[in-house]
C-alpha cells in the first residue's frame, strides 16, 4: 500500500510538536541529523502509577497475595488494578506520536501485531529522536531482522546445553533489582575465558543464547518486576566489572561478539538499558574504552557511569545491599544457587507472581493440559520456563482501548476492506483481459468464415 503525499501530511500534522520536524526543508533536516541526539528522560518517567490523590484509595493495601485472589477465568479480563500497574500512566504528546508513527506503519502495509504494541513503538520512536520516518525505517527492519533470525522460534526451542559452562568461562547474569525495581545485571569481564568460552560453545549460538535472554527480559522479568514494584518497569541496569581489561582482551573474536551483540541491543532492543555502571576500571581499559565508544551512541553514552576501583557508594545509592552480591559491595551470596550469577534472582522467579503471569495468560488464552501449555516445563537453564510458552506481549500490550479514529480496530475494518477491494480490483482485471483475447479470438475466426462465404457463392455462380 502506497502513501500519497497528502495523507502523509496529515499523519506529519497529527503527530504534533515531537513529530513536527519531518516537515523541515531538506537542508535543515540534515543539520538536525549533525547535532548531538536528544537525551530523553527515563523510559519509564510517565509510566508511573497514577499519585494516591487520583486514585480511590482501596480498603486494604494491595499485595501479591491479595492479588492472588483475583478471578482469573477464561474470557474474564484481568483487573483494573494489574492492568494499570502492568501500564502504568503515559504521556499524552507520546500517545499522540505513537497514534500517528501506527498510522504510518499502516499505510506502509503493516497489520497490529504481537510487536506493535504501545512501548514497543515508543521505544523505537525514542531512539529516533521521534522522528517518524527514522524511526518506521528502523522498526521494518526489526521486524525484517525477526522474521530472517527466527527469533520466535530461539524464544521457544533454543536448548542451551552449554549453560553452566559458559557461565564458568563467562560469569554473567541477572540479580534482583535497584531501588526502583528494575532488574540488575552483572558481567565480569574481567574473568572472561574467551578461548575456553569458543570451545564449550560457538559465537553463533551465544548470539543465540543472547537473544533468547533478550526475549525473556522484555515478555517475563519486566511484566514481574512491574507486578513487585507496582508500577511498570521497562528498563535494565546494568553492571560491568572490568578489573584487569586491556587492549589485550579486544581480541578478532572478542571483537566480532561484541559488535554482533551491540547490534542487536540497540537496533532491535532500543531503550532498555536505563544505566550502566562500569567498575575497576583502570588505566588499561581506559584505553580500550576510547575504542569502544566509537561504537556506541550518544544517548548510550549518557548511560554509561565509568567508575574505578571506589565504586561501592555509588552502586548502593541505587542498588539495595540485599540485591548486590558481596563481590560488588553488597550483602548477597546466593549460597544455595553456586553463587549470584547462577541464581537469576529475582521478582522472576517469585512463586506468587509466577503464578498471577500464569493465570493472566491462561485467562486470554485456551484452556488446555499445563504440560501442553508448559506451566510445568523447566528448560536446560535450570528453571521455569514461562517465557517459552507465556508469550505476554498481548498481556504486556499497554495500547489503549479506545474508540477513536485511528484506533486498531478501525484500521483493521479499513485494512480488510481495502484487501476486498483490491482482491475484487485485480478479478475486474483478470476478467477484462479474458474478454480482449476472447473478442481477439473470436476476431480471428471470423476471418475464415468470410473467406468460406465468398468461396461457396464463387462456386454457385460457376455451377
Not at 486514585?55 to 492479588?67: A, F, G, L, N, Y
Not at 473470436?442 to 468460406?452: F, N, T, Y
Amino acid at each position: 500500500m502506497h502513501t500519497s503525499k497528502e495523507t502523509f501530511k496529515e499523519i506529519l500534522i497529527s503527530a504534533g510538536f515531537r513529530g513536527s520536524r519531518r516537515s523541515l526543508s531538506s537542508k535543515e533536516g540534515q543539520s538536525t541529523k549533525q547535532k548531538a541526539k536528544i537525551l530523553h528522560p527515563p523510559i519509564e518517567t510517565f509510566w508511573q502509577l497514577p499519585s494516591t490523590k487520583e486514585r480511590k484509595r482501596s480498603t486494604k493495601p494491595e499485595t501479591v497475595k491479595t492479588m492472588m485472589s483475583l478471578p482469573f477465568k477464561k474470557g474474564v479480563q484481568k483487573s483494573k488494578s494489574l492492568q494499570t500497574i502492568l501500564e502504568g500512566s503515559h504521556d499524552p504528546k507520546d500517545e499522540q506520536i505513537v497514534d500517528s508513527f501506527r498510522q504510518l506503519l499502516f499505510l506502509e502495509g503493516q497489520l497490529p501485531g504481537k510487536n506493535s504494541d504501545y512501548h514497543t513503538l515508543l521505544r523505537f520512536l525514542r531512539m529516533r529522536d521521534y522522528d517518524l520516518i527514522e524511526a518506521k525505517n528502523m522498526y521494518l527492519n526489526y521486524l525484517k531482522w525477526r522474521e530472517e533470525f527466527h527469533v520466535d522460534e530461539i524464544s521457544e526451542e533454543l536448548k542451551f546445553e552449554e549453560f553452566n559452562e559458559v557461565k564458568m568461562c563467562y560469569p554473567h547474569g541477572f540479580h534482583g533489582v535497584d531501588r526502583c525495581g528494575r532488574p540488575v545485571y552483572i558481567e565480569r569481564i574481567g574473568r572472561v575465558n574467551l578461548n575456553r568460552l569458543l570451545e564449550v560453545t560457538t559465537i553463533e549460538r551465544f548470539v543465540k543464547y543472547h537473544v533468547y535472554e533478550q526475549e525473556k527480559t522484555l515478555n517475563w522479568r519486566f511484566p514481574a518486576c512491574s507486578l513487585a514494584a507496582k508500577k511498570h518497569i521497562a528498563s535494565t541496569v546494568s553492571i560491568l566489572d572490568v578489573k584487569d581489561v586491556g587492549m589485550s582482551n579486544f581480541s578478532k573474536p572478542a571483537r566480532y561478539l561484541f559488535l554482533e551483540i551491540q547490534k542487536i541491543d540497540s537496533h532491535y532492543y532500543p531503550e532498555t538499558l536505563h544505566r550502566l555502571f562500569i567498575i575497576n576500571a583502570g588505566s588499561g581499559f581506559k584505553v580500550l574504552w576510547k575504542a569502544i565508544r566509537t561504537f556506541l551512541d550518544q544517548r548510550t553514552l549518557a548511560k554509561i557511569q565509568v567508575l574505578g576501583s571506589n565504586y561501592s557508594k555509588t552502586l548502593l545509592e541505587v542498588v539495595d545491599p540485599s540485591n548486590l552480591p558481596d563481590f560488588l559491595g553488597g550483602e548477597c551470596t546466593c549460597s544455595d544457587y553456586g553463587g549470584c550469577l547462577f541464581s537469576d534472582k529475582g521478582p522472576w522467579k517469585d512463586p506468587s507472581i509466577i503464578n498471577i503471569l500464569q493465570a493472566m495468560h491462561g485467562a486470554e488464552g485456551e484452556n488446555g493440559d499445563e504440560e501442553q501449555n508448559g506451566f510445568t516445563a523447566i528448560d536446560s537453564f535450570g528453571g521455569v520456563t514461562p517465557d517459552t510458552v507465556l508469550h505476554l506481549k498481548d498481556v504486556y500490550d499497554v495500547t489503549p482501548t479506545r474508540d477513536d479514529t485511528f484506533g486498531q480496530p478501525f484500521l483493521q475494518k479499513i485494512l480488510t476492506l481495502q484487501c476486498v477491494v483490491d482482491d475484487t480490483k485485480s478479478k475486474i482485471q483478470a476478467l477484462e483481459a479474458s474478454l480482449k483475447i476472447t473478442k481477439s479470438v473470436m476476431e480471428g475466426l471470423g476471418q475464415p468464415v468470410e473467406e468460406l462465404k465468398k468461396q461457396i457463392i464463387v462456386s454457385k455462380r460457376r455451377s
